[in-house]
C-alpha cells in the first residue's frame, strides 16, 4: 500500500532549512575517512549468508566450505594410448581381439592370449595389466588391413611386436584427485578451471557465499527511462545503466527500482518499496544538504547518516546511510545524478563497499603512480579526473594521456582514474609530477 504523507509531516521536511546546519553528517570527510567508515559498518552490521546454486552456475561466487571430491578422478583405470589391452605377463606374441563393443554389453575379463583394442582414455577392462600401442602390433590377417577403421565390431587376431611391460600406458583410478579428497579451500573464488575439476569430481551444486541485493533508483521530475519519447528538458536514464553494467561484471544482479518524481510522497513510497526488496539500496540524485533524501531517511526511516559530504570532486555530495527495516540492516549509497559523477563514485565508493561485504573477491583496479605531463587546474577538493593509460618500452611506469573535457565520453574514453591533489596557496595548477591513478582495465 502506497505510504500516506501528511500535511503537517511534508511542512515538518520541507521547513528544515538550517537541518544540516547542525547535524554531525554535513561535515565535510576526506575520502580516506569515508572509506574507514565504510568498513567499520560493515564489519559491525553486515552479516554472511550462504546458499546453494548449481555449479553451472556457480563461476565467479565465493564457497563457503570446502569442497571433497565425490568419485576418483579418474573413476577406474583408462588408457592413455589408442591400442590393445592385454596381460603384459604374456610377453610378444599372438593375440585373439574382441569385439569391442561386447565391453558394453557384458563384463569382460581379460585372459592369456586375449586382448581388446582401446582409445586413449577408455576403461581399461579387468584383468589387463598394459596397454600395447597400435604401433607395436600387426594384423594377421592382411586381407583385414583395408578394413582398419571398421575393426570394432570384428574378431581378428593381431601379433604383439614389442613385449608390454606392466602397467604400462594405464592411468590408474585416482591417480589424479582421490575420492574424498580436498578439492577446494573455504572462501575461495570459483573460477573457469574450477568448473572442469566439479564437474569431473561428480559435484553438481555447492555451498557458496550469498551475494547481497543490491537495487538502482533514480530521483527526478526530468528523468525518462529509454524508449520513451524524449522532450525537451528531461533526460534518458543513463546513470542505472552504467552502475546496473559494472554491478553485473562483477557478478551482482542488480534490481532496477525504476524512477521516483522528486516529490515527498512518491520518494518515501518508492524507498519503502525498495527496502523489502534489496539489501542495499543505490539512489541516484538530488542528495545535496538542500534537498528532500536525507531528511526523509532521518524522518521515515530513522536511518543513520555515517557521512554526507565527501572531500572529492565530484562526488561532494555523495551519501552513505543505514536504517533497520523489518528487523534487518539496509544500507544506502546516494549520488548525485550527473553522469561523471555516477561513474566516479561508482568505482571510488560502491565497487570497493560490495568488495567488503563479499570478502575482498570482487574485481579490484590497480593502484600505481603515474607520470602526468600536462598542465592540471586544481580544485579545493582533490578531484578524480578520466585518463588513458600508456607504457612505453623504454619506461617502468606508466604516462597519463588526460582527457581534458571530463564527461560521460571521457568515460567511455578513459581505462583509469587520476587523483589530482587540492589546490593550495602556492600551487593552483599541477605541471609533470607523479599522482595516484586508479587502473581499471576490465572497463
Known amino acids: 500500500m502506497p505510504m500516506e504523507v501528511s500535511f503537517e509531516q ?44 548449481r555449479t553451472n552456475d556457480a563461476y565467479g561466487r565465493v564457497i563457503a566450505e570446502d569442497i571433497y571430491s565425490s568419485v576418483n578422478v579418474p573413476r577406474c583405470c583408462v588408457s592413455t594410448k589408442h591400442g590393445y589391452a592385454v596381460l603384459a605377463s604374456d610377453g610378444q606374441g599372438v593375440r585373439k581381439v574382441l569385439k569391442a563393443n561386447l565391453m558394453l554389453v557384458k563384463k569382460i575379463s581379460i585372459v592369456p592370449g586375449i586382448c581388446i583394442r582401446v582409445r586413449s582414455g577408455d ?40 613385449a608390454p611391460k606392466e602397467g604400462e600406458n594405464i592411468r590408474k583410478a585416482g591417480c589424479e584427485i582421490k575420492s574424498n579428497e580436498l578439492i577446494k579451500y573455504a572462501f575461495s573464488r570459483i573460477k573457469t578451471a574450477d568448473l572442469g575439476i566439479l564437474t569431473l569430481c561428480d559435484i553438481d551444486s555447492i555451498t557458496v557465499i550469498k551475494l547481497p541485493s543490491v537495487g538502482l533508483l533514480c530521483i527526478g521530475y526530468d528523468v525518462l527511462r529509454s524508449g520513451n519519447t524524449s522532450t525537451l528538458g528531461r ?12 554491478l553485473k561484471k562483477n557478478n551482482y544482479d542488480p534490481v532496477d527500482l525504476g524512477i521516483s518524481a522528486h516529490k515527498l510522497d512518491d520518494i518515501v513510497n518508492k524507498i519503502k518499496n525498495a527496502l523489502d526488496k534489496v539489501d542495499i539500496l543505490v539512489i541516484m540524485g ?13 524522518t521515515y526511516f530513522n536511518a543513520m547518516i555515517h557521512f554526507g559530504c565527501v572531500d572529492m ?7 552513505f546511510a543505514t536504517c533497520t527495516f523489518k528487523q534487518k540492516m539496509k544500507f544506502f549509497l546516494c549520488m548525485s545524478a550527473n553522469p561523471t559523477t555516477v ?12 568488495n567488503e561485504t563479499y570478502c575482498n573477491y570482487l574485481m579490484k583496479p590497480v593502484n600505481m603512480q603515474a607520470c602526468v605531463h600536462t598542465k592540471h587546474e586544481l580544485h579545493s577538493r582533490p578531484k578524480f579526473s578520466w585518463t588513458t593509460l600508456r607504457w612505453m618500452e623504454t619506461e617502468r611506469f606508466s604516462r597519463a594521456c588526460c582527457l581534458q573535457n571530463q564527461n560521460i565520453i571521457s568515460y567511455q574514453k578513459g581505462n583509469a ?11 593552483s595548477i599541477l605541471e609533470a609530477a607523479f599522482v595516484p591513478a586508479m587502473f581499471l582495465k576490465n572497463l
Do not use: R, W
Not at 607395436?136 to 575393426?151: G, L, R
Not at 561513474?343 to 560490495?354: A, D, R
Open 417 to 427: 582514474l587520476l587523483k589530482l591533489p587540492s589546490c593550495s596557496p602556492n600551487q
Open 286 to 298: 538530488h542528495t545535496n544538504d538542500k534537498d528532500l533524501l536525507k531528511p526523509i531517511l532521518k
Open 343 to 354: 561513474s566516479v563514485v561508482t568505482h571510488v565508493l560502491l565497487l570497493p563497499f560490495l
Open 123 to 162: 576403461p581399461i577392462p579387468d584383468g589387463a595389466t598394459a596397454v600395447v600401442k597400435s604401433v607395436n602390433t600387426k594384423i594377421i590377417d592382411e586381407d583385414d588391413n583395408e578394413n582398419y577403421f571398421n575393426i570394432d565390431n570384428m574378431e581378428y587376431e593381431i601379433v604383439v611386436l614389442v
Open 10 to 53: 511534508s511542512l515538518k521536511i520541507l521547513s528544515m532549512d538550517d537541518f544540516y546546519k547542525k547535524q554531525e553528517e554535513s561535515k565535510v570527510v576526506s575520502l580516506e575517512e569515508t572509506q574507514n567508515i565504510m568498513k567499520t559498518v560493515i564489519y559491525k552490521y553486515h552479516k554472511i549468508y550462504s546458499e546453494t546454486v
Open 313 to 319: 570532486k565530484p562526488g561532494k555530495s555523495t551519501m
Open 235 to 246: 533526460v534518458y536514464d543513463c546513470n542505472k545503466i552504467i552502475v546496473s553494467s559494472l
